[in-house]
């Protein structure tokens, strides 16, 4: 709905940035006025000015405007270390002519995913090991064959779709001393097919989510798969990861999602013969690959199921005099499993972030109703601008029926004190969610940085867990000599029965530390220590990668541990795949 | 481990606030006004105070209580509606219901009494304003130690005094039967526990909600004694652990972020229950508490107890005590209202933490000059019973003695009120004279005021004797925690049949291990007390260490000689338990008389209750059931 929807091709260098998120024509500044501006055509903020956000910069980091900390502007091919090719490899893949690369910027792109050090280190200038080389595959066969002559010639193989991981994935080992091939998954873009009579859609895994929703829209279908990461992440990287989108309520997770898949392993292909719904037959080899986050191979086509496009789409929003009645509501939505499509709390620091970022307004009589409406929930409800908090809701269906849930929802939310707040404030809580990842980079270009991080957790554990990690980080953020007050915040972004999503948003000024990075790094070890200690999950569906490996056998215990090695072992007995993620 | 062992490195370096007489204020303006001044007290988190009664309700429909309800009547058949009427009287039984008319009316009358009683009250502030910082932090549990019945009225009137939130404290039941006095204390902010409840499922969780709903909502600090209950002989007592427990389960289950311990220490230069504990621990019963009994207490209105100290301890976060210690993961699988038996990692956490923190109380304890007089005086006493010396000591060598040993004592971080402006034969005179009910000044000598000849039967006189004899040895006591362990060394240096430091250490770690139930020594830290005590007599010159070797200095005989002389009262105390029981014979007093029995302490319950804990423990006496 945001986002003007554009094919990205293979390459995608030119239009994506190689040092920061998203497209490169779209990023927040501060122009010569002084004034925030979101830069492009892309978004809804885009070309706006957004008054609010220097002074929450200011008050929130003690940033200053005349402290800047600029990224190096150009990749210098020669701070690259020189590709380790395997020859023989070389050689036989040129005859099947799939296309590669060895070029430095290529290489350098897709060694990384966004974790806060990988891109702080792209910004300075920095790169450790990289994959030797790039390879681009247009279709299965093409997959099989690379894999095929990878074990043949002992290759590391790093599978990469929309290098959007946020759990160090991408990262090559450093210890590694194969020839790294990057796997590039983006020309296999194609829906094979859709079939009509049974709703599914037969996908090719490296299209990118903007474009599998936007082709399957103008056959009036959709998959309702929408992680916040869609403009860039890819159906296979979904797969691989046990990806969750916004509208699972409606949609399910992509687990829900999946019928069928392909993958190309060094033992061969993994496949089912059959697309029945549901199966008995032993544990269900998809939820082998599902998570297995490309250590045992490489997804390539993906049935998966669609539904008519919704009729209707309503947003809303619902302000809460306190986070508390905010959750012990969405634990009530839950309950009653009247859960719209989607339904997510911000606390009151994430809250007052939406609205610094109010782009300005055009009319007198718009900033007029905002006073009244401020005035109304402050002064005439009594509400605590300090406290409340504002649940943004997304309904989807046809008409009738979404006006019928929106009164259900909006009745029980009041009696959890809940005022409705209106479509526009929804709306721009969704909004944010494609543009809030553009904003690290403004902050990295002021001394910020920060990063966000995610958990699952039982109902009952919920209120606890957000107040403990938020002041766990602002704790660790003191003894580790942070010289400024961070932002600690949360949401809770996903309802189930038993238990809900919880995003934790942290961020803080490093004027005055040697090493940030080190610093921001022991500060979310720590908050993940706090929330295994609440009983928190280690990881909702960002997955585990390489960055939080060392919680593994903690989390699944040994014999889990030893189940998922032995698979390991017999898919891919010599590591082709050895990006080294999950154990 | 790390915030006491480290601060033992050396101890002279700790750091320790100044005082402030709070009576000083009490003196010079109307207590009336004081009484009724405006008080508003900061709390956690800006919450505003509870009403008592939406406590209880709190608690009444607790997630926990209902379980626990269910539970109960399903297996006693009876309907769940009885069982919570029976949670609800258990409540209403235990409940505090604070008022601040009745704070006021204790801050008039208690500043009338206390100005009567005492010379001062001497509260550092710096432990205050980190108090008050600490409650707004996160919810507070304090830890007075416990010496007399004042203690919790004087914390109370303290934190009333500075403006800090009133606390609510864990009292024993037997305060109630003072009908109108329990209902007084009630209205303070105490709140009644049955001394014991062992299997009754519905009290333990009743009791237990209710403490931590207090705690987890911050409405006000919870207070408790770790010790359980006072102690008579002014020796810290093991601590108890099924409060602190609870107070830590919040954030052991992850419903508070934090819990911010503060150990308080009140030292009291007398005691007003002095003479009473010396008779109840020679088998006269503790008299029943009455409120009639209390107004027969009047007389102790008329005389000097000298002043109090009230040190408010470094708040101690849970948090960073459990950190590296417990699993709370251990928590994830189980929902959290459904109680259980806390696991052995928990209750071993929470046992090193009682011991910790009860020896967070005793470093802050302020000994009087008086401690080390009553330590040297019974020592004298002791040898001049065996001697037949002349009885006493001179004054002159008495305050000679005392001086060398305040420098020990120093050394060894004791904190100590010495005041070092005035002469020391000043402090000792003025010492004695506030004790002249303990000691006396005959012919130049000074002797503990044992009465002789005056009485009808031996065994009256030597009651008489023992009762003097323990209430000095209460004094001495106070200061045994600066002194304990370099004592058990020098005790196991001289036990020991060689120098090697193997020999000494494994005669230390005998020592040290019969006297657990005796002193407070912290599970499993034999080595570091070890350690310790090398540190300080080496540090003291009494003391070299060679590689394989422990040698008592030139110098170092003097300190280890009184050092050991210290230890030996509850040495022979030990013995004796072990010769008793051998014999079958419990009648102590006769063996007092042929001069068998050194010490008259020995006659103390105290140290036979201890002692014979100790054996059973040791597997040297077993328990038969009748």
Redesign the interface.
């Known amino acids: 709905e945001c986002v003007e929807w554009e094919v990205t091709d293979g390459g995608g260098s030119e239009i994506m940035k190689w040092n920061g998120w998203g497209y490169s024509d779209s990023k927040f500044l501060f122009n010569k006025k002084g004034q925030a501006e979101f830069t492009g055509k892309r978004y809804r903020l885009s070309g706006m000015i957004i008054p609010g956000l220097k002074d929450w910069m200011e008050g929130t980091f003690g940033a200053n405007l005349q402290h800047k900390t600029p990224a190096t502007p150009l990749l210098t091919s020669s701070a690259v270390q020189p590709a380790t090719l395997n020859k023989a490899f070389l050689e036989e893949l040129k005859s099947t002519g799939i296309p590669f690369s060895h070029d430095a910027e290529d290489r350098v792109f897709r060694a990384h995913g966004h974790c806060l050090h990988e891109i702080f280190a792209l910004r300075e200038g920095k790169f450790g090991r990289v994959p030797d080389m790039v390879v681009w595959p247009n279709c299965h066969n093409d997959v099989v064959k690379i894999v095929e002559l990878a074990c043949k010639h002992n290759v590391c193989v790093i599978p990469y779709g929309g290098g959007t991981s946020v759990s160090s994935a991408l990262e090559c080992p450093p210890e590694e001393t194969r020839s790294i091939v990057s796997l590039d998954t983006s020309q296999m873009n194609r829906i094979l097919w859709i079939d009509e009579k049974n709703l599914t859609a037969h996908v090719e895994a490296g299209i990118v989510g903007q474009d599998l929703e936007r082709l399957l829209n103008e056959s009036g279908y959709c998959t309702g798969h929408e992680p916040d990461s869609m403009e860039f992440s890819s159906l296979g990287g979904w797969v691989a990861t046990r990806a969750s989108g916004m509208k699972k309520n409606i949609y399910g997770n992509i687990e829900d999602l999946v019928i069928h898949i392909r993958m190309v392993t060094p033992r061969g292909v993994i496949e089912k013969s059959c697309q029945g719904p549901r199966m008995s037959t032993g544990p269900d080899i998809h939820h082998f690959i599902m998570g297995s986050e490309g250590t045992l191979g490489v997804v390539t086509e993906v049935t998966m199921k669609i539904r008519p496009m919704p009729e209707y789409q309503k947003y809303g929003s619902v302000v809460f005099p306190n986070f508390e009645q905010g959750v012990a509501c969405l634990r009530e939505v839950a309950k009653q499993r009247c859960a719209p499509a989607s339904i997510r709390l911000m606390d009151n620091e994430q809250f007052k972030f939406g609205h610094a970022l109010k782009p300005q307004v055009s009319s007198i009589f718009t900033s007029f109703l905002d006073g009244l409406k401020t005035f109304y929930i402050t002064k005439f409800k009594g509400f605590d601008p300090n406290r409340l908090c504002v649940a943004t809701l997304l309904f989807e269906g046809d008409r009738e029926k979404v006006l019928q849930h929106e009164k259900q929802v909006y009745d029980i939310a009041a009696k959890f004190g809940g005022l409705a707040a209106g479509e526009d404030n929804g709306q721009r809580g969704y909004m944010l969610t494609f543009v809030i990842a553009y904003l690290r980079d403004l902050g990295m270009d002021y001394y910020v940085i920060g990063e966000s991080f995610e958990t699952s957790v039982p109902w009952?554990?919920v209120l606890?867990?957000c107040?403990?990690v938020k002041?766990?980080i602002i704790q660790e953020c003191k003894d580790k000599g942070v010289q400024f007050p961070p932002l600690s915040t949360c949401r809770v972004t996903q309802t189930y029965d038993t238990g809900a999503c919880v995003y934790f948003y942290f961020a803080f000024n490093y004027r005055g530390l040697s090493d940030p990075v080190h610093v921001y790094e022991q500060v979310e070890h720590a908050a993940r220590e706090e929330i295994?200690?609440?009983?928190g999950s280690l990881s909702h569906h960002h997955g585990v990668g390489k960055l939080r490996k060392e919680w593994m056998r903690?989390t699944v215990s040994n014999v889990g541990v030893g189940m998922l090695k032995s698979v390991k072992d017999y898919v891919d007995p010599d590591n082709i795949f050895g990006n080294r993620n999950l154990l | 481990m790390m915030f006491l062992s480290l601060q033992h490195r050396d101890p002279m370096l700790k750091k320790r606030d100044d005082f402030e007489d709070m009576l000083e204020e009490r003196r010079n303006s109307s207590d009336l006004r004081y009484a009724l001044r405006c008080y508003t007290p900061v709390l956690y988190k800006g919450l505003a105070p509870c009403k008592a009664s939406m406590l209880k309700s709190m608690v009444l429909q607790s997630d926990q209580l209902h379980h626990v309800i269910g539970q109960v009547s399903r297996e006693t058949g009876r309907a769940a509606d009885d069982v919570q009427e029976e949670a609800s009287a258990i409540l209403e039984e235990m409940a505090h219901c604070l008022q601040l008319s009745t704070v006021r009316f204790f801050a008039f009358t208690l500043s009338k009494v206390f100005k009567t009683l005492f010379r001062s009250i001497c509260v550092n502030e710096e432990g205050i304003q980190r108090l008050q910082q600490a409650i707004q932090e996160h919810p507070v549990v304090l830890l007075p130690s416990h010496r007399s019945y004042m203690d919790f009225l004087l914390m109370s009137y303290i934190l009333y005094t500075y403006d800090i939130a009133l606390p609510v404290i864990a009292a024993g039941m037997d305060f109630m039967g003072m009908k109108f006095v329990g209902e007084m204390l009630r209205m303070s902010g105490a709140f009644f526990i049955r001394r014991s409840f062992g299997g009754d499922k519905l009290y333990w969780s009743v009791f237990s909600e209710y403490v931590k709903t207090m705690l987890k909502n911050g409405f006000a600090p919870v207070e408790f004694f770790l010790e359980g209950t006072r102690s008579r002989t002014s020796k810290s007592l093991t601590p108890k652990l099924g409060l602190l427990n609870i107070v830590m389960d919040p954030y052991l289950k992850g419903e508070v972020y934090d819990i911010n311990v503060v150990p308080v220490s009140i030292s009291y230069e007398r005691i007003l229950e002095e003479a009473l504990y010396a008779r109840e621990m020679l088998g006269v019963p503790k008299p029943k508490e009455s409120t009639s009994g209390l107004f027969k207490a009047r007389k102790v209105l008329s005389e000097d107890y000298g002043s109090i100290h009230v040190y408010f301890g470094q708040p101690v976060s849970v948090r960073s005590l459990a950190q590296g210690r417990v699993n709370r993961c251990q928590f994830n699988l189980v929902p959290r209202h459904i109680p259980r038996r806390p696991s052995e990692e928990i209750q071993s956490f929470v046992n090193d933490s009682a011991y910790r923190l009860v020896r967070a109380q005793e470093e802050n304890m302020v000994l009087k000059p008086w401690v080390l007089l009553a330590s040297l005086l019974l020592q004298n006493h002791h040898q001049d019973q065996t001697a037949g010396q002349k009885r006493g000591m001179v004054l002159e060598e008495l305050t000679a003695q005392a001086v060398w040993l305040r420098d020990m004592f120093r050394e060894y971080g004791a904190f100590l009120h010495w005041p070092d402006h005035v002469p020391p034969s000043e402090v000792v005179s003025s010492s004695l004279s506030l004790h002249r009910g303990l000691v006396r000044v005959c012919e130049g000598r000074v002797q503990l005021a044992v009465e002789q000849g005056f009485t009808v039967t031996p065994e009256e006189e030597l009651l008489s004797q023992a009762v003097i004899v323990l209430s000095c040895a209460s004094y001495r006591n106070q200061g045994l925690h600066v002194f304990l362990r370099p004592a058990l060394l020098a005790s196991a240096i001289n036990a020991a049949s060689s120098n090697l430091k193997q020999e000494v250490f494994n005669s230390f770690s005998f020592l040290r291990n019969m006297f657990s139930n005796e002193f407070i020594l912290c599970p499993g830290a034999t080595v570091q007390d070890f350690e310790e005590a090398c540190y300080l007599l080496v540090k003291t010159g009494a003391l070299q260490v060679t590689q394989q070797e422990l040698l008592v200095t030139e110098r170092g005989q003097r300190t280890v000689a009184f050092l050991t002389s210290m230890l030996d009262p509850f040495l022979q105390g030990y013995q004796v338990r072990e010769t008793l029981y051998k014999m079958f014979s419990p009648c102590l007093v006769r063996l007092c008389f042929p001069g068998r029995l050194r010490y008259t302490e020995v006659l103390s319950s105290d140290l036979q209750k201890n002692s014979l804990a100790a054996l059973l423990r040791l597997g040297a006496v077993q328990k038969i059931k009748a």
């Open positions: 009952d554990r606890d867990i107040r403990n002041a766990r295994l200690a609440n009983g903690d």
